[in-house]
């Protein structure tokens, strides 16, 4: 069952992905506001709509959690033969990016375990996860036996950690640590924003380069692929890491809070303080130098 289901989630992110890019490079990209510097626009909800009638009509009628709660979700919502399964989509990540002609966007789906209560679905872990580079014609993916590379060729290339042993804290001196702050809290002047920005001073302490993407799906796969040594995110939503919270895992990559140093072991503690993401040698040395912990 579970080859067949990512067999079609593949097809189905690949299939949106090609009205993604046609619309980034022809210019199909004007935004509507959706709330304080948060936007969408016409190929979020094209990309959505497809997934989510390919994923229904090959009959995974399970339960949608989707970022734009279209129409089409909705109605397929009502008709879920299942409630304990959950799709969790974010149909274009990066929608800032995307208006701006940057092609650091993406697309992510997983299938989930969790329960609907009153219309609102609880994930309690993810199965798999699939994340597609439209732009770079990339799709991750994880299974049971770990994280893999999809190219446009279809040749599945499995993928792992870039660094190994010990590490101190000249190690980290110039690597990319990728991070964000919300847009919702620009003035950061939270207590959470706080405790955020003390960790962010003592990253610096490391003398890393410090970027930020504007897409959290990339920036997972930053850190999957080697391109970065580690992701911090302030806040976060469901739709944005399930996908690459199930293939960093897979890839034996872990999550701590970037307020405590705790370990986070599913994605919604994510969503609920923030989160750093590295391998376990760059997660030992953050956890000893930031937080005390051994």
Same mark, same amino acid.
């Given at each position: 069952?579970?080859?067949?289901?990512?067999?079609?989630?593949?097809?189905?992110?690949?299939?949106?992905?090609?009205?993604?890019?046609?619309?980034?490079?022809?210019?199909?990209?004007? /935004?509507?506001?959706?709330?304080?510097?948060?936007f969408f626009t016409k190929t979020d909800?094209?990309?959505?709509?497809?997934?989510?009638?390919?994923?229904?009509?090959?009959?995974?009628k399970y339960?949608?959690?989707?970022?734009?709660?279209?129409d089409i979700a909705y109605t397929c919502n009502m008709q879920a033969q299942n409630q304990n399964l959950i799709w969790v989509l974010d149909p274009l990540d990066g929608t800032t990016n995307f208006i701006n002609h940057h092609p650091l966007i993406g697309i992510s789906l997983?299938?989930?375990?969790?329960?609907?209560?009153?219309?609102k679905a609880i994930i309690r872990?993810?199965?798999?996860?699939?994340?597609?580079? /439209?732009?770079?014609?990339?799709?991750?993916?994880?299974?049971?036996?770990?994280?893999?590379?999809?190219?446009?060729?279809?040749?599945?290339?499995?993928?792992?950690?870039?660094?190994?042993?010990?590490?101190?804290?000249?190690?980290?001196?110039?690597?990319?640590?990728?991070f964000s702050f919300p847009k919702e809290d620009m003035d950061h002047t939270s207590d959470k924003a706080a405790q955020f920005?003390?960790?962010?001073?003592?990253?610096?302490?490391?003398?890393?380069?410090?970027?930020?993407?504007?897409?959290?799906?990339?920036d997972m796969i930053y850190l999957l692929t080697g391109k970065?040594?580690?992701?911090?995110?302030?806040?976060?939503?469901?739709?944005?890491?399930?996908?690459?919270f199930a293939i960093l895992k897979q890839s034996n990559y872990k999550f701590i809070s970037p307020l405590?140093?705790?370990?986070?072991?599913?994605p919604e503690s994510l969503c609920t303080s923030g989160f750093i993401a590295g391998n376990s040698f760059v997660i030992n040395l953050l956890r000893r130098e930031f937080f005390a912990k051994a």
């Open positions: 069952m579970l080859d067949n289901a990512l067999k079609t989630m593949l097809a189905a992110v690949r299939k949106a992905g090609t009205y993604v890019s046609r619309d980034f490079y022809e210019g199909e990209n004007r /935004p509507q506001s959706k709330g304080v510097a948060s909800l094209y990309s959505e709509n497809n997934i989510v009638k390919e994923l229904f009509s090959a009959g995974y339960h949608f959690l989707t970022e734009e709660n279209s997983a299938l989930a375990r969790g329960n609907v209560e009153n219309d872990d993810v199965i798999v996860g699939v994340i597609y580079l /439209p732009i770079l014609s990339e799709a991750y993916f994880s299974t049971l036996e770990g994280a893999f590379l999809s190219d446009k060729n279809g040749n599945n290339v499995k993928l792992h950690n870039k660094i190994a042993g010990k590490l101190e804290k000249t190690a980290l001196a110039h690597s990319i640590f990728m920005n003390a960790t962010l001073e003592k990253i610096k302490a490391f003398q890393c380069c410090l970027r930020i993407s504007g897409s959290i799906v990339s970065a040594v580690a992701v911090m995110h302030y806040s976060c939503k469901i739709w944005d890491v399930a996908a690459g405590t140093g705790e370990y986070l072991s599913d």
